[in-house]
T-cell receptor
Framework: GAVVSQHPSRVICKSGTSVKIECRSL??????MFWYRQFPKQSLMLMAT?????????EQGVEKDKFLINHASLTLSTLTVTSAHPEDSSFYIC?????????????FGEGSRLTVL | RKEVEQDPGPFNVPEGATVAFNCTYS??????FFWYRQDCRKEPKLLMS???SGNEDGRFTAQLNRASQYISLLIRDSKLSDSATYLC?????????????FGQGTELSVKP
């Protein structure tokens, strides 16, 4: 089956630093990847849609200069949380759709848990 | 109003019980619908897609009412392993990719 891998799975950083999270589709090409954020006891909230070779589309209320997204290839998208603050502590999850044979199903990464001290 | 709203939980049921989850969505242009399951601190996993005609997968039955913009999930003969958070999910833009919008989830706890 399709596999999407995220790295790192867990990161702790100091306030003010930047953190990069990678999302890779391991056995398929992903035209589109999505980044979600989930706070404790809350549902996933879509942050942005990442398309290979073009700028990401951000949801309302998500700061594009704060959450930098790069989708340089059909198998890799990165999310960089710049100048992280404690309120950015959250569970970040990426997902991807296939390029070929798209059934509408999204394949999720394992998630990255960010803790900003 | 949230775009996708679910029953508030948690649901605490004994093994073998039947439990139903309800969900409504506000965007009438929504194209496709899903139930996902999320275990604690894990990524969500697709449980089943929801079709207008209703569909069943073993102990799980999903229903969609487009006129009422309502989705349901029925779990029969619940097992301890069914304990998880169930997420009602709507795809705004149809089956060819598109954005998944998640409900807040309903937590289910199945007790022995």
């Amino acid at each position: 089956g399709a596999v999407v891998s995220q790295h790192p799975s867990r990161v702790i950083c100091k306030s003010g630093t930047s953190v990069k999270i990678e999302c890779r589709s391991l056995d398929f090409q992903a035209t589109t990847m999505f980044w979600y954020r989930q706070f404790p006891k809350q549902s996933l909230m879509l942050m942005a849609t990442s398309n290979e070779g073009s700028k990401a589309t951000y949801e309302q209320g998500v700061e594009k200069d704060k959450f930098l997204i790069n989708h340089a290839s059909l198998t890799l998208s990165t999310l960089t949380v710049t100048s992280a603050h404690p309120e950015d502590s959250s569970f970040y999850i990426c997902s991807a759709t296939r390029l070929a044979g798209n059934t509408g199903e999204l394949f999720f990464g394992e998630g990255s848990r960010l803790t900003v001290l | 109003r949230k775009e996708v709203e679910q029953d508030p939980g948690p649901f605490n049921v004994p093994e073998g019980a039947t439990v139903a989850f309800n969900c409504t969505y506000s965007n009438s242009a929504s194209q496709s619908f899903f139930w996902y399951r999320q275990d604690c601190r894990k990524e969500p996993k697709l449980l089943m897609s929801v079709y207008s005609s209703g569909n069943e997968d073993g102990r799980f039955t999903a229903q969609l009412n487009r006129a009422s913009q309502y989705i349901s999930l029925l779990i029969r003969d619940s097992k301890l392993s069914d304990s998880a958070t169930y997420l009602c999910v709507v795809n705004r833009e149809g089956n060819q990719g598109g954005k998944l919008i998640f409900g807040q989830g309903t937590e289910l706890s199945v007790k022995p």
